[in-house]
Each structure stands twice: as structure tokens, then as C-alpha cells.
């Protein structure tokens, strides 16, 4: 982030450069001369290529934030559901207890239903944003498909409490082929609709 800012601030104070000699001499971009081509090139295609760029993975990588996720008005009771002061909860429990990177908790969870998953998971992320600004919100969230159990796999196959887990090892083809979902024992992951009431865990740092 610290390479990315710099390189804006780059940006920036050549983009003032560039305005600075087209006002003081607008003769020095005419097309004929070399260094005016030059000039040219930077002003109006490459500084702007570049910019984008840069702007582009800035926001690509904030949008991975949960800060990000959760500024959508309509998720705010999932937000609620990892600071639920309830160990039961499962979302709850990985949150809090440092199971996931509490700033890209979303991410780590849904990666196959976000911008950044395969080519139907980046299709799915732009639909949530057409549907937050453009279009209407159902009654009823959920996810598009079931949950799948390679994201939960992801971290705790090949974690010792996994596979010693007499359970887990009993069903662990079914596991990995989705037959039987994580969520069958360990569900429902934030169950929001059961948040009345509830405390909020504050975290102590």
C-alpha cells in the first residue's frame, strides 16, 4: 500500500507538471515537434492508462476489506453476526477468535462468491452491485448456490483437529466431494435472523 500511494503521489505531481507547461506554453504540446509529441503521449495516453491502472487494483484490493462488504446498508446484520458475543455462532467463532484475518473476513469466507473468484464468482460480484444501487434487494438473502465446502476445507484440511477428528475422518470423501455439506453440523454460519437480543463483543486490544 505504501509502494501504491507513493507511485499515486508520483502520479500526481506529474499530472500537475504536465498542466503547469500546457498553461504556461501550450506551444510546447503542437504536434511537430518531437518533444511536443512526447508530451502529448504523456498528457493524454499514458498517464491516464497508468492512473486507471493503479486506480483500479487501489479499489480491486479495498473491495476485498469486510469494511467494504459491510457498507452495504443490507449487510449490516451479517456484520452484526461476527461480533455476536456467542461462541456458538460459527461466523462469530472465526471472527473473533483470530480464525480468519478479521479485515478480509468476507473475502477469506466467500472467495468463490466475490469479484475475485472464477469468471461466474466476478459476474455474481458485480450483480450484488447492480442489485445494492440499481435494482431491488430481495427479501430473503442468500447465497446463489449452496455453500461449498472448499472454503472451509481450505484452512482446516490438513489441520490436525480436522483429521483426527473420528467424525470428520468417517465422512471426509463426502466432505470433499460437497456430498455432505460442513454446514449440515456446523451451521448455520451467521443465522441472522436470530440476532435480537444478543450482545455485541467488543474487541480489547
Do not use: N, W, Y
Given at each position: 500500500m505504501i509502494v501504491s500511494q507513493a507511485v499515486m503521489v508520483g502520479l500526481a505531481v506529474v499530472t500537475v507538471a504536465l498542466?503547469?507547461?500546457l498553461v504556461a506554453r501550450p506551444r510546447?504540446?503542437?504536434?511537430?515537434?518531437?518533444?511536443?509529441?512526447?508530451?502529448?503521449?504523456?498528457?493524454?495516453?499514458?498517464?491516464?492508462?497508468?492512473?486507471?491502472a493503479i486506480g483500479l487494483s487501489?479499489?480491486?484490493?479495498?473491495?476485498?476489506?469486510?469494511?467494504?462488504?459491510?457498507s452495504c446498508h443490507v449487510m449490516e446484520p451479517w456484520?452484526?453476526?461476527l461480533r455476536a458475543d456467542d461462541q456458538g455462532r460459527l461466523a462469530a467463532a472465526h471472527f473473533q477468535n483470530g480464525r480468519i484475518d478479521r479485515d478480509h473476513a468476507c473475502f477469506t469466507c466467500h472467495t468463490t462468491y466475490t469479484l475475485f473468484g472464477d469468471a461466474r464468482a466476478k459476474?455474481?460480484?458485480?450483480?450484488?452491485?447492480y442489485v445494492n444501487y440499481l435494482g431491488t434487494v430481495p427479501a430473503t438473502i442468500k447465497t446463489y448456490k449452496p455453500y461449498d465446502n472448499r472454503e472451509c476445507l481450505h484452512c482446516h484440511g490438513g489441520a490436525r483437529s480436522f483429521e483426527e477428528d473420528d467424525t470428520h475422518r468417517d465422512i471426509?470423501?463426502?466432505?470433499?466431494?460437497?456430498?455432505?455439506?460442513?454446514?449440515?453440523?456446523?451451521?448455520?454460519?451467521?443465522?441472522?435472523d436470530h440476532l435480537t437480543g444478543v450482545a455485541e463483543w467488543r474487541e480489547t486490544r
Open positions: 498542466v503547469a507547461v510546447a504540446f503542437q504536434a511537430e515537434k518531437s518533444g511536443g509529441k512526447i508530451l502529448a503521449f504523456l498528457a493524454f495516453f499514458a498517464l491516464p492508462v497508468v492512473a486507471s487501489a479499489h480491486m484490493e479495498a473491495s476485498k476489506t469486510t469494511r467494504f462488504c459491510l456484520g452484526r453476526s459476474v455474481g460480484g458485480l450483480r450484488h452491485i471426509r470423501d463426502d466432505l470433499s466431494s460437497g456430498k455432505t455439506s460442513c454446514l449440515e453440523c456446523h451451521g448455520p454460519a451467521h443465522d441472522v
